[in-house]
């Protein structure tokens, strides 16, 4: 059992890779291998737009160090994806991450998209941001589901969106942490 976690965070001690952590080690106490992937600290570009995974789909034609973990997501068991909010939006990091995932999906002729991703993976979301309503960024929140998880037929089974971020860091909010573990114990089935 294979957990893969994608952190869009640049921070290594911030709000969202406290909580990733959590999560992580929530999956650790089922039995779960666990990667964390810190996607401000691999060599990675955005989508080259080249359309190379239309002709071959499931496959980016980048090559560089995300390459393989985008293959990782078609074998691992389940996956966590962690972002702070920043200007509103995702990280720039994790749009890149985001652009790249479209290689995940194949064009149906009568239009729309198939997920090459093999059904029955388990997936978590992990959002962090200062503003106080945890409905103020839906949007972005479920445009971030939507790409990564779900759109590729992932069954959530849960997800954090962590308020105040400023002013109540994760790190010492005990009901976050305790919900990203038990969270991180439903990804291993």
Same mark, same amino acid.
């Given at each position: 059992?294979?957990?893969?976690?994608?952190?869009?965070?640049?921070?290594?001690?911030?709000? *969202?890779?406290?909580?990733?952590?959590?999560?992580?080690?929530?999956? &650790?106490?089922?039995?779960?291998?666990?990667?964390?992937?810190?996607?401000? %600290?691999?060599?990675?570009?955005?989508?080259?737009?080249? !359309?190379?995974?239309?002709?071959?789909?499931?496959?980016?034609? +980048?090559?560089?160090?995300?390459?393989?973990?985008?293959?990782?997501?078609?074998?691992? *068991?389940?996956?966590?994806?962690?972002?702070?909010?920043?200007?509103?939006?995702?990280?720039?990091?994790?749009?890149?991450?985001?652009? &790249?995932?479209?290689? !995940?999906?194949?064009?149906?002729?009568?239009?729309? #998209?198939?997920?090459?991703?093999?059904? $029955?993976? *388990?997936?978590?979301?992990?959002?962090?941001?200062?503003?106080? %309503?945890?409905?103020?960024?839906?949007?972005?929140?479920? #445009?971030? +589901?939507?790409?990564? $998880?779900?759109?590729?037929?992932?069954?959530?089974?849960?997800?954090?969106?962590? *308020?105040?971020?400023? %002013?109540?860091?994760? +790190?010492?909010? &005990?009901?976050?942490?305790?919900?990203?573990?038990?969270?991180? &114990?439903?990804?291993?089935?």
């Amino acid at each position: 059992m294979q957990i893969l976690a994608f952190n869009g965070s640049p921070r290594p001690k911030g709000n *969202t890779s406290a909580i990733v952590a959590s999560m992580l080690e929530g999956a &650790r106490s089922r039995g779960a291998e666990t990667s964390e992937i810190r996607l401000h %600290d691999i060599n990675f570009k955005g989508c080259l737009g080249c !359309l190379g995974c239309r002709k071959n789909p499931g496959f980016c034609s +980048a090559k560089d160090e995300l390459s393989p973990y985008l293959e990782a997501i078609k074998t691992c *068991t389940g996956m966590i994806i962690g972002c702070p909010i920043y200007m509103y939006r995702i990280s720039g990091q994790m749009k890149l991450f985001v652009d &790249r995932i479209y290689s !995940l999906y194949a064009n149906l002729p009568q239009g729309g #998209y198939k997920s090459m991703v093999p059904p $029955g993976k *388990t997936y978590a979301l992990i959002t962090s941001q200062g503003a106080p %309503d945890a409905a103020q960024y839906t949007r972005s929140i479920g #445009y971030l +589901a939507g790409m990564t $998880g779900t759109g590729l037929g992932m069954d959530m089974v849960g997800k954090v969106i962590h *308020t105040e971020s400023a %002013d109540q860091p994760a +790190a010492g909010n &005990r009901d976050v942490l305790e919900r990203a573990f038990d969270i991180g &114990r439903k990804m291993v089935r």
